[in-house]
């Protein structure tokens, strides 16, 4: 591990809750900075949230894209209206770009300017370098995200976030007490959000964050969301943590649409409400960046063993003993079951052939869970002992343990719940001249998987990015860290690598020739003085389909 030290920027502080400036007397602010995203190889779209001096009055704003800071050679430019009934944001896209080109940008309303943001272009034909930083999991009331600091001083074409930028959760219902009551992380509203205000201030308060202000500042997002930009575990037709009492169920979703298509640079063909957010870009000849949805659009509710397979109480303290064949035949390998749905299955299937054709080197997937699969760990009774546990969460290790021993997933709210969706999947990934990588976020922590097809043979690799600060595997399993990924391992024979207790980002780098990963981690979440450890390289050379 390479150590480097850090000590975060304090130049932007934060600001209050709907993002208002000291400057009160301002004919207009500029509450939140400013982002770019889904950038082409002749445009981009700017993103920015400006507000009035008088309540309710809409604004003419105007933007400029240069090749130089000082804007002497403006390049694209044009005006656009911020209102209410968009939250007082701004998106536009920019166009008649050029490839592989870094610009400036800026905004003005009633003689006020933003700050200056830059971007960049995907390249166009002939590409020998990119790289991506791959992030997920932005948990504000559980501490800084100094990964997001160490991501916007780092040299990146593009950052791709995988979901839970925000968290939908109350005031100290998935938060760290120290990171609230001693950093002020609080969290607003301080209910559940579930209006369409509610998650217009959650983002709000998420993009008031100097760390996260910094990195949109600097380099363009291409985004999908997961399940907190919804609600936990959100499935097409419900959600696990949409309960009785809360409305609606698809009113709630079209809600957290509408404030995602607000508050994210994310191109969309629909006005108001964001639209499917799996689509394609191509990065020159190097790549296809191909975005999956696979939480919401076609999703089939998620199978959980504690509510869905058959098993007999617990006697005497010992495990449940669980009909593990029924569940398997009946719900597990289920073949109408799907993750994409139907659609979405045939457009990847498009997808795939379509950057064959064109010659792309290699074909990245971009979406929210792990493919690789994860068997249960066998975990010594004695590490389980030296943790604090209830007797019921001790009873429930077990019987994970149980099912373990007959070879069952760990995590079936990821791929390994879906594996017959995930079969014609990889057998997509599997045609002549595919190079796979696949990414994922979702779980906190680091993954890295060599993943084979259904002869055994390797067909592409797998890279599972940390979390920036949700907590990880350490909070809920007493194990340490080395002992668990080894245990890990034995129990998943696609795991090439895993890190289970520490915060950071990845780094993927593709070339003509290869790809590379680099995990990032930061020492803290919980101070602004941090240092930064990263892993050497994981390479995959073209042609392999795993790790070296």
């Known amino acids: 591990m390479k150590r480097r030290i850090f000590l975060q920027g304090l130049g932007l502080s934060a600001i209050a809750t709907r993002g208002y400036t000291a400057n009160a007397d301002a004919a207009a602010r500029f509450t939140h900075g400013v982002a770019s995203g889904d950038p082409l190889s002749d445009s981009v779209i700017l993103w920015t ?18 090749t130089d800071q000082g804007f002497a050679r403006v390049v694209a430019s044009g005006q656009t209206t911020a209102s209410a009934g968009s939250d007082y944001t701004v998106k536009v896209d920019a166009t008649g770009l050029q490839p592989d080109q870094r610009y400036f940008y800026r905004f003005n309303a009633r003689g006020v300017s933003s700050a200056t943001g830059t971007t960049k272009t995907l390249p166009n034909g002939l590409a020998t370098t990119f790289t991506m930083g791959v ?69 709000g308060l998420y993009r008031t964050d100097p760390d996260l202000q910094a990195l949109h500042q600097r380099h363009p997002f291409v985004c999908v969301w997961d399940d907190h930009e919804l609600a936990n575990n959100t499935w097409r037709e419900g959600a696990e943590n949409h309960n009785e009492g809360e409305g609606d169920f698809h009113q709630r979703i079209a809600a957290a649409r509408q404030a995602y298509h ?80 139907q ?44 943790g604090e546990m209830t007797q019921e969460q001790r009873q429930y290790i077990a019987f994970m343990q149980a099912l373990g021993a007959q070879g069952m997933p760990l995590n079936l709210d990821a791929w390994d719940g879906y594996p017959l969706c995930r079969d014609r999947v990889k057998a997509m990934l599997s045609r002549d001249k595919t190079n796979p990588v696949v990414l994922a976020g979702d779980t906190h922590n680091a993954w890295a998987f060599n993943l084979l097809d259904h002869h055994e043979q390797p067909l592409g690799v797998e890279i599972g990015t940390p979390g920036i600060s949700s907590p990880g595997m350490e909070s809920y399993l007493p194990v340490p860290a080395a002992d668990l990924a080894a245990a890990l391992k034995a129990a998943s024979p696609e795991l090439s690598a895993v890190d289970t207790s520490q915060r950071g980002w990845s780094e993927i780098s593709l070339t003509p020739q290869s790809m590379s990963n680099k995990w990032h981690f930061v020492s803290t979440i919980l101070d602004r003085r941090y240092e930064v450890s990263s892993s050497g390289p994981m390479v995959c050379q073209k042609g392999a389909r795993r790790f070296s």
């Not at 008088?54 to 105007?62: G, Q």
């Not at 504000?140 to 990146?156: C, I, K, T, V």
């Open 343 to 386: 659609d979405q299955e045939a457009w990847l299937d498009d997808a795939l052939r379509q950057s064959v054709d064109r010659g792309a080197v290699w074909q990245v997937l971009g979406q929210q869970v792990l493919m690789g699969s994860v068997g249960i760990p066998s975990i010594p009774t004695d590490d389980l002992a030296r």
């Open 262 to 341: 607000e508050w994210m640079p994310i191109r969309t063909a629909n006005e108001g409400v964001q639209g499917p957010i799996y689509r394609r870009f191509e990065i020159g000849n190097l790549a296809d960046l191909i975005m999956l949805d696979t939480r919401l659009v076609g999703r089939d509710r998620g199978l959980e063993y504690a509510t869905d397979m058959l098993y007999a109480p617990a006697v005497a303290g010992e495990a449940p003993v669980a009909d593990v064949a029924a569940f398997k035949d009946q719900r597990l390998n289920d073949p109408t079951r799907s993750l994409l749905g």
């Open 135 to 203: 992030a997920s999991c932005s948990n504000f009331p559980q501490g800084f995200f100094n990964a997001y600091r160490h991501m916007a001083e780092s040299d990146l074409d593009l950052v791709l976030h995988l979901g839970d930028y925000i968290y939908e959760y109350p005031e100290a219902g998935y938060a760290n007490d120290y990171a609230r009551e001693v950093l002020k992380r609080s969290v607003v509203p301080q209910h559940e959000v579930v209006a369409l205000e509610d998650y217009r201030m959650r983002y």
């Open 49 to 66: 949230r400006v507000i009035p001096q008088k309540a309710n009055d809409a604004l003419t704003v105007f933007w400029q894209v240069a």
